[in-house]
């Protein structure tokens, strides 16, 4: 569907205009629900999941999701292409709208196990990674890395990374604006020390105008995303995502997308799919800690915090708690009544 003012010659935007960081922790599946009432267009990324988790663990676990999330992103962490070749294959039932690499996580964890963002440094490797999971899927397959790591921190040495995977047959590039240091910071330090380099993710799209460019680290405005949108394809949030959610709305309304018509509603949808939740075993604070920052710079936003901060770890915790906390009271407005969001208790279970 056209946008107001798009014309009808004009390419269709991607898919990827606005996203969702992968998040450790974070972008769980409850997480994913919540910033899709926010944003029904956003794309949304999975946490990391690893190859060995994800063929040797409970695979479901890591995998299962609510339909409502599409479009969906699986990020898969790992370095063995016939290992990511296997994972990839193994998610095919879960139908997952993309695949995605974790070539940025500088932890010692991950670096241990020769992933994540030491991969910056064997692009050679990184490119039979990605060319095994092309060819063992059939949704588009992505990357996601860093401007630079350690040394290896200069214009060209990210294009000349760039050029050997470029071909791979992947459809993206997630660039986070951040070089990370392998050794002597922390990963939270490695998101918040190195500079945010923007104009190195430009020279990446001069030189790959073929490649569509994901430009990540730092947005946190309506303004800086605007400005950022007239140079990229797409733009991916991750903190400000989390900690002031109602921005993808913002967002998602400056792209022409349908959006929520209030916090309320979001609130209201939010007690359906947690009392799901519950009846299916679940905890209310499994769904309630990723909704503190919903009412973010509003009146009452505070008492929000505290109140459901105090109560949603209670063993008797229900999910009206979201209501009582609720600031905004509940409006009618029949303007708005085909603005209806019909709440699925399934999952995907592949
Ligand atoms: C709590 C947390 C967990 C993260 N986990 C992942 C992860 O699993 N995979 C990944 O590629 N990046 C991860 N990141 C990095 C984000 O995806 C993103 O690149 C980074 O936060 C910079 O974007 P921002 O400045 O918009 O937050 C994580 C970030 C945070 C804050």
């Known amino acids: 569907m056209l946008n107001q003012t798009q014309q009808p010659s004009d390419p269709l935007p991607s898919p990827r205009q606005l996203s969702v960081a992968p998040m450790m922790d974070w972008t769980d599946r409850h997480c994913r629900y919540f910033h899709r009432l926010l944003a029904p267009n956003a794309f949304l990324y999975t946490e990391m999941v690893t190859t060995g988790a994800l063929l040797f663990g409970d695979t479901a676990r890591f995998l299962d999701y609510n339909p409502q999330e599409h479009p969906v992103a699986l ?37 241990k196990g020769r992933f994540g963002a030491c991969l910056m440094k064997e692009p050679g490797l990184v490119k039979e990674c990605l060319s095994a999971m092309v060819s063992a899927s059939d949704v588009p397959v992505t990357i996601k890395c860093r401007v630079g790591v350690d040394e290896m921190d200069s214009d060209q040495a990210l294009i000349d990374f760039v050029g050997h995977i470029a071909d791979s047959g992947i459809d993206a590039l997630i660039i986070h604006a951040r ?58 949030i991750g903190r400000a995502a989390y900690q002031t959610p109602w921005l993808l709305t913002e967002l998602s309304a400056e792209l022409g997308h349908p959006i929520p018509p209030s916090r309320r509603w979001v609130v209201d949808e939010m007690v359906k799919y947690t009392e799901q939740h519950v009846a299916n075993g679940g905890r209310v604070h499994e769904v309630a800690r990723h909704m503190l920052g919903l009412f973010h710079g509003q009146p009452g936003a505070r008492a929000w915090r505290q109140k459901l901060s105090q109560t949603m770890h209670r063993p008797e915790a229900k999910p009206q708690l979201l209501l009582d906390a609720c600031p905004e009271p509940a409006c009618f407005n029949p303007v708005l009544e085909d603005f209806h969001w019909p709440v699925d208790g399934s999952v995907v279970d592949g």
Do not use: T
């Open 179 to 236: 070089k990370a240091w392998l050794s002597g910071l922390s990963p939270k330090q490695n998101r918040e020390v190195p500079d945010l380099n923007y104009a190195r993710v430009r020279e990446v799209v001069k030189a790959f105008p073929q490649l569509q460019i994901i430009l990540n680290g730092g947005l946190n405005s309506v303004s800086e995303c605007l400005s950022q949108w007239e140079v990229f394809e797409g733009l991916m």
């Open 75 to 111: 990020q898969l962490g790992g370095s063995d292409p016939e290992a990511l070749s296997r994972a990839c294959l193994a998610a095919k039932p879960w139908h997952y709208d993309e695949l995605n690499l974790n070539v940025g996580c500088p932890s010692d964890r991950v670096q």
